[in-house]
């Protein structure tokens, strides 16, 4: 495990917070300008023009859901403000809010409308109706537009900002669920050398354990049963199999149909596969003891375990698929096949690696389909456990 601190993501400002930073930053903006403007003839700020200020600033916080409204509320507000002949201030200060939000919610074109009112009507009124020297009039207007253009381009980069923070934020929410599907279909270490793009993904194993289970005559008790509660019962009890397969260090190859495969000590190495995966045959046997099928029969398992070496590797491309070849991976599936219900058949290297920390009886040599004549033995019990305590020759 890397030493390094882990990352932190940064911290994110509420949407209300910056709205309310906004507010506060344009309505101060808009009450320092009235305070400051001079004017001939013009009629003195008083508690109107502030308040009329201050509205424009408090415009801002409904701007997220409607920025349409907002616009044509501070258009509204700057005309009786206006009219009421206040000293004149600089357009851009309090249609800072308007632009802004009209910008980042993607209205340009009524954002430019609302602009090119408050420039173009003073500019026509001073060069038409009351005539005055064009040259000081052109330099106000250079000035206002572009003080409105930077307004604008303000409103137009926080929304371009947003968007990639909004794509970002669902790009790392897609990679996190695409990654979690690759580890559901394969072991994490093989999941990262894929992501690494390394090409065939192949390993030989000198020794490892595999074990094969199997729900005795399961394929006639399904006939007799409705589709949705058969698979309901194969989820339940194979996902009570992964949780403890998971708990002790195993991996969970495969499933086909109703069997159930387990292999200890690959991907990555584990002292005692062996140990391992008896004590999970034997937790399998005792979580199916008191389960039953849909249509009420007990759930009886055949459970056949093998051990040596392996290769192991990622087929597919489209779909991935992690999977054992081997002498060792066949004589434990045979295992399981030549088993008996509720015993857990073992061959003589899984027998000879478990040693005196299990009870095992002698089933002597029997016929093994492509192996010819097999010593087996049955796995029965613990020392000193008195479960599972009948014979399974017995029967």
């Keep these: 495990m890397s030493g390094a601190w882990p990352r932190r993501r940064p911290t994110r400002i509420p949407a209300w917070a910056v709205d309310a930073g906004w507010a506060v930053a344009v309505a ?8 400051a403007a001079r004017e001939l003839d013009a009629r003195p700020p008083d508690l109107l023009a502030y308040a009329l200020g201050w509205t424009i600033g408090a415009l801002l916080l409904a701007r997220r859901r409607r920025p349409l409204a907002v616009l044509a509320a501070s258009f509204v507000t700057l005309q ?23 910008g980042a919610a993607g209205y340009l074109r009524w954002a430019l409308l609302i602009a090119g ?3 173009a009507g003073p500019v026509l009124f001073r060069l038409i109706i009351d005539p005055e020297p064009v040259l000081p009039v ?9 003080l409105l253009l930077a307004t604008l381009l303000l409103g137009d980069a926080v929304r371009t900002r947003r968007a990639l923070t909004r794509q970002q934020g ?4 897609e990679q996190a669920r695409s990654e979690r599907l690759l580890h559901n279909m394969l072991p994490a270490p093989i999941a990262e050398r894929l ?8 390993d ?7 074990l094969f289970a199997d729900i005795v005559d399961f394929t006639s008790h399904a006939e007799r049963s409705p589709p949705t509660a058969t698979v309901a019962v194969l989820d339940e009890l194979f996902s009570q199999f992964d949780a403890l397969a998971e708990s002790r260090g195993l991996e969970k190859i495969k499933t086909i149909g109703d069997a159930y495969m387990v292999a ?3 991907p990555d190495p584990l002292p005692d596969h062996a140990g391992a995966v008896a004590e999970l045959a034997l937790e399998m046997l005792e979580l199916v003891a008191h389960r039953s099928l849909p249509d009420g029969a007990p759930v009886r398992l055949r459970i056949g375990i093998g051990s040596g070496p392996v290769v192991a590797g990622v087929i597919g491309r489209r779909r991935f698929s992690y999977d054992l070849w081997g002498d060792t991976v066949n004589t434990a599936s045979r295992m399981q096949t030549t088993g008996l219900p509720d015993c857990i058949q073992v061959t003589q290297p899984t027998r000879d690696l478990l040693g005196d920390r299990y009870r095992f009886q002698a089933r002597g040599r029997i016929q093994v389909k492509g192996k010819g004549t097999m010593t087996t033995y049955f796995l029965s019990r613990r020392p000193g456990d008195r479960r599972h305590g009948s014979s399974p020759l017995a029967e």
Aim: proline content about 3%; overall charge negative; aromatic content about 10%.
């Design 138 to 146: 052109l330099g106000e207007v250079v000035r206002e537009i572009s």
């Design 80 to 102: 009786v403000y206006y009219v009421l002949n206040y000293p004149g201030i600089s357009a851009a200060v309090p249609l800072a809010v308007a632009l802004y939000s009209a």
């Design 170 to 173: 669902l790009l790392e929410a």
């Design 195 to 202: 992501k690494q793009r390394e090409g065939v993904i192949a």
């Design 117 to 119: 009112w408050f420039v």
């Design 28 to 35: 101060a903006a808009t009450t320092i300008a009235i305070r």
């Design 204 to 210: 030989a194993f000198g020794e490892v354990t595999v």
């Design 264 to 266: 200890g000590g690959l």
